[in-house]
């Protein structure tokens, strides 16, 4: 995780700014990471960021135009140093995917220390308020805090007992279901993802979600039924074809929400020995999630890239990218290779 010295040092930058500027990733770690820190500081407006995965010079507009005094990055792998130069104004960078080296922006990674915690977890660190967004953040992106037993006892009713494993909190019971419904709002035209996050923002309470106990929670939790129709029809079609091989690719068409990251998840869950790959065309390109429980896939994408109009980047075991697609069918092939090798 990151240090005492460091998070003294966030506290003083978001305490000491008078209009922060949140830039956060479009899932629930980087979300979660901003509703922990705009709810304890109560000032500042967030952004949500789409581009994928690099901050560029293309948000530069939309940041001068809010101006800031303060731009906090939350859980971004990449930033420009184009972005960072032209937006002229001091820059804190959370994030905890591979350690970047850029000038002019004051960047906290836990992989600097040898460890690897989301976005969410380096946020609650500084703050120590409201527990369940941490555990929602955390848990999304594959983390078991250390802070789940103080979960428990807090809301025993969402989560009784020590998970065995990430899956077990993931994918069964309420706080899986939080994740969900999360992920879901974050997700169709950008009106209405506007509207999620505003409602988002004024949820004090899981409980006001799941038993849509206020407005705002039943407007995110009607947004989320819908939704989750498509999802579990689309998730039900990519299970109907599954075969022997090794690599397991599922294309979808842009007509349909992005459900890429879910898909892929949940499959990698239900069939660990293998390669999980979900293309939705998008444009000329397919943007791509790829998992995997046992072999390194971001090592095996990386030389599977050579020659190949596109990028991927991530995590060891998940990660995100987009490919041309009269590339496509040859990167697959590329992968396919790479990891008939390491049988």
């Keep these: ?25 479009d899932d629930c770690d980087g979300f979660c990471a901003y509703l922990l820190l705009k709810k304890h500081y109560k000032k500042g407006e967030g952004m949500i960021i789409k581009s994928s995965p690099k901050l560029d010079v293309n948000a530069v507009h939309s940041v001068i135009e809010a101006k800031p005094d303060l731009v906090v990055i939350l859980d971004k792998p990449l930033v420009s140093q184009e ?14 995917h591979p350690v970047q080296s850029m000038n002019n922006v004051n960047y906290y990674n836990p992989r600097k220390h040898r460890s690897n915690r989301p976005t969410t977890y380096l946020a609650y660190s500084v703050v120590k308020s409201n527990l369940w967004l941490a555990v929602i953040g955390c848990v999304f992106d594959h983390f078991v805090p250390d802070f789940i037993n103080d979960f428990i006892k807090q809301y025993p009713d969402l989560l009784s007992k020590a998970p065995k494993d990430i899956d077990d909190i993931k994918f069964s019971g309420d706080v899986g279901k939080l994740i969900r419904i999360f992920s879901f709002n974050l997700k169709g035209k950008i009106s209405d993802v506007k509207d999620s996050l505003k409602a988002l923002e004024k949820i004090d309470s899981p409980y006001e979600i799941l038993n849509q106990s206020s407005d705002n929670g039943k407007y995110i939790y009607s947004r989320y039924e819908k939704l989750n129709k498509d999802y579990l029809e689309l998730l039900n079609y990519a299970k109907s074809q599954i075969t022997e091989e090794k690599v397991f690719v599922f294309k ?23 390669i999980i790959v979900i293309a939705r065309l998008k444009d000329d390109e397919y943007r791509i999630s ?12 990386e030389k599977a890239l050579v020659g190949i109009e596109g ?31 390491k049988k």
């Design 311 to 341: 990028y991927a980047g991530g995590h060891d075991h998940a990660c995100g990218g987009a490919i041309k697609t009269h590339n496509f069918d040859q990167f697959i092939e590329n992968v396919k290779r790479l990891v008939s090798k």
């Design 290 to 301: 790829f998992r995997s429980s046992k072999i390194n896939i971001r090592k095996v994408l």
């Design 1 to 25: 995780m990151i240090t005492k010295k460091e998070i003294k040092e966030i506290d003083k930058f978001l305490s000491e700014a008078s209009n922060p500027l949140f830039l956060y990733d």
């Design 252 to 274: 979808y068409p842009s007509s349909n929400t992005s459900f890429t990251g879910e898909l892929s998840n949940e499959l990698i869950h239900l069939y660990q020995d293998k």
């Design 83 to 96: 972005f960072i130069d032209q937006v002229r104004t001091p820059i804190i960078w959370l994030d905890h």
